[in-house]
């Protein structure tokens, strides 16, 4: 589990960071088109991905993830503190 929050530095404006918190307990929804193409890690916490078909992936404090092409339909916090995530990507161009 990662100890300090990311630090992201002078990041490009050619990037979006966006920044999520869940509440243990918390179940939410994704929207691919806000996570298309995002780098995320998880910052602290655990999560628990729900795919299609009723597969399932657990997700700890510093693992990165890459949700384009197959996101889940919602992600959970099973834990007992809050999760963190930061997802990084571009921003539209055009």
Do not use: H, K
């Not at 300090?4 to 509440?23: I, K, N, Q, T, Y």
């Amino acid at each position: 589990m990662m100890d300090d929050p990311l630090s992201l530095g002078a990041l490009s404006p050619a990037f979006r960071v966006l920044r999520v918190e869940l509440e243990p307990g918390c179940l939410t929804t994704v929207d691919e088109a806000a996570w298309r193409a995002a780098i995320v890690v998880v910052e602290q916490g655990v999560i628990e991905a729900d795919y299609p078909g009723g597969g399932r992936l657990v997700f700890r404090g510093g693992d990165l993830l890459w949700f384009d092409g197959a996101p889940p339909l919602a992600v959970r916090n099973p834990g007992p503190e809050p999760v963190r995530l930061v997802a990084i990507s571009r921003r539209d161009t055009g």
